[in-house]
């Protein structure tokens, strides 16, 4: 069964520098998003990408973040300079675009910024 | 300015009896929502999903009711199995393509054997 994967599992980042975080969505999924879990908070969306755009983005996608599909298959997110606070559970997620919006998560990326 | 929320942080059931989640929300607006499935270190995994013209969606063991004037939707187990111990999420959106899915704090709910 096709299935959203996320590199890496864990990443380990010092305050300030850059970290890209890459998916690669279901083949024929039109749409992506990027979500994040702060440890025991909630699920909070940050952005949704189609067409080789961002559709729609939250207060917490300020200008330290940045989205990319560089190729047919990658979805990436990229964290200018990272801060304490970023840490957290990064999942991406994809949805067909076709008479479905059901969103299929990856299993996500830890982000640690010590 | 919580959208969706799960009042039970957590539920416990006896495996074999029916495990009811609940979910309320307070958007209008939204009028497409899902029930994921999260198990520790892993992402959410999608379970059943229902529109707002409809009031009932069953996949197998999992049944979905939704109460549109009461802004309410709840998620039904039967029979409950220990696999199904998880964090259960409801997410709420307004059903458009690329919109964003509001989710809920979630319910951990433990079946025990």
């Known amino acids: 069964e096709p299935e959203v994967t996320q590199t890496p599992s864990h990443q380990v980042t010092q305050m300030g520098q850059e970290v890209i975080l890459r998916c690669v969505p279901i083949s024929n999924h039109l749409y992506f998003y990027w979500y994040r879990q702060i440890l025991g908070q909630k699920v909070e969306f940050l952005v949704s990408?189609?067409?080789?755009?961002?559709?729609?983005k939250s207060e917490i996608f300020d200008d330290q973040f940045s989205v990319e599909r560089p190729d047919g298959s990658n979805f990436t997110l990229k964290i200018r300079s990272t801060k304490l606070e970023d840490s957290a559970m990064y999942f991406c997620?994809?949805?067909?675009?076709?008479?479905?919006?059901?969103?299929?998560f990856g299993p996500g990326t830890r982000l640690t910024v010590t | 300015d919580q959208q969706v929320k799960q009042n039970s942080p957590s539920l416990s059931v006896q495996e074999g009896r029916i495990s009811i989640l609940n979910c309320d929300y307070t958007?209008?607006?939204?009028?497409?929502f899902l029930w994921y499935k999260k198990y520790p270190a892993e992402g959410p995994t999608f379970l059943i999903s229902i529109s707002s013209i409809k009031d009932k969606n069953e996949d197998g063991r999992f049944t979905v009711f939704l109460n549109k004037s009461a802004k309410h939707l709840s998620l039904h187990i039967v029979p409950s199995q220990p696999g199904d111990s998880a964090v259960y999420f409801c997410?709420?959106?307004?059903?458009?393509?690329?919109?964003?899915?509001?989710f809920g704090p979630g319910t951990r709910l433990s079946v025990l054997p």
């Open positions: 997410a709420a959106s307004a059903g458009n393509y690329g919109q964003n899915f509001v």
């Open positions: 990408f189609y067409n080789n755009e961002i559709s729609e």
């Open positions: 997620a994809s949805s067909s675009g076709q008479g479905s919006y059901e969103q299929y």
């Open positions: 958007n209008s607006m939204f009028d497409y």
